[in-house]
């Protein structure tokens, strides 16, 4: 007998089946199939494998090497990973394991199976290209020749708000719920994320600022409160606006957002902003939401003559990130400098 119990069965979303044992307190897996007894027949296969020391690094599945490249990532790579990355590698390697591409050992990995993998993904092109760039990666590591065409990077549409779209939308925020105008004004005027935002508690109030510690972000329509951020330098302390802490009132319990003891929702609360910019100019313009607030705030300090390590401070950013990402200059202003430069309209022979 290799384990005493059958040990569970996950159903993951594709509907496959997967069995999970615990050896020496630790999880082992044959992978996703169709039905329970074959998982099971995996998993006895795995175990069978691991025990005899005979998987070679060619036949074990593109998944399970990940999750071994992950585990071992300090020695291979010499430095630590972030606990962030670490997580987002971590979902990534769930994801792809629930595709044919997961479940096909390293050496029978094709260009041409990879290129019909990244077919069927329907992401934005930034996630794309660093999914690709993973899997390349993993690839790269386990000796394999194969690999998958990483798409050229797009400029993203999601852009700062222009002044009169900002009037718009401090016209619409006198008639807003309560709960959307404080998301909107942390990260307008905070700078937040939506899932720093949603994730900020009364509790994190600190001085002149608040300490970001958490943060909300929805997954398989299920709410998780994480404590990592996006990027190892998201979370900490920033300050806020004297009004802004105004807004958010005197100290309390409960998250900031909501003024409950569980977070919102955020898909439920961008549908309202949607429903709050219906009808006015701004209902039709793309990828103009909660981010574009974040980009508003980064252009408004550097407009205002705040340096870019400190502006990026603020945002938790690298400078040169922001200088890229958020540095994008209003027309208005360029016309002024035009002006300023070359007249306002009289020859220039």
């Not at 005899?52 to 291979?76: D, I, M, N």
Request: proline residues 5%; charged residues 25%; aromatic residues 6%.
């Amino acid at each position: 007998m290799l384990f005493r119990s059958e040990g569970r069965y996950e159903i993951l979303p594709s509907g496959k089946v997967r069995n999970i044992v615990r050896v020496d307190g630790k999880p082992i897996s044959g992978g996703a199939a169709t039905s329970k007894t074959e998982a099971r027949q995996l998993t006895i296969q795995a175990l069978r494998d691991l025990k005899s020391g005979r998987v070679e690094v060619s036949q074990k599945s593109f998944t399970t090497y990940a999750r071994e490249w992950l585990t071992r990532y300090p020695k291979h790579s010499g430095k630590p990973l972030s606990p962030s990355t670490a997580a987002v590698y971590g979902y990534w390697i769930d994801a792809i394991e629930q595709t044919a591409l997961g479940q096909t050992p390293i050496a029978a990995i094709t260009d041409r199976m990879l290129k019909a993998w990244k077919g069927e993904l329907k992401l934005a092109n930034s996630t794309l290209r660093n999914r690709c760039r993973f899997v390349n990666q993993i690839l790269t590591h386990a000796g394999s020749e194969a690999r998958v065409d990483v798409p050229p990077k797009r400029e993203h549409e999601r852009r700062p708000y222009r002044p009169s779209e900002l009037q718009t939308l401090r016209d619409r925020l006198a008639e807003a719920d309560p709960h959307l105008r404080m998301l909107v004004l942390l990260c307008w005027q905070g700078g937040l994320r939506r899932s720093e935002a949603l994730g900020l508690r009364h509790e994190d109030r600190e001085g002149e600022g608040v300490l970001l510690r958490r943060v909300v972000v929805l997954g398989k329509s299920k709410i998780h409160v994480k404590q990592i951020g996006k990027t190892s330098k998201s979370l900490g302390w920033i300050p806020l606006p004297a009004a802004l802490l105004a807004e958010i009132g005197p100290p309390r319990t409960g998250y900031v957002v909501g003024g409950q003891d569980k977070p919102l929702n955020p898909r439920v609360i961008y549908e309202d902003l949607r429903r709050l910019l219906a009808g006015t100019p701004l209902a039709g313009v793309k990828h103009l939401a909660f981010h574009s607030l974040r980009r508003t705030f980064g252009r408004t300090l550097l407009e205002s003559g705040a340096d870019v390590v400190t502006a990026a401070k603020m945002m938790r950013h690298d400078p040169q990130m922001l200088l890229n990402e958020y540095a994008k200059t209003r027309e208005d202003l360029m016309l002024e400098a035009m002006k300023k430069a070359f007249g306002g309209g009289e020859s220039t022979t």
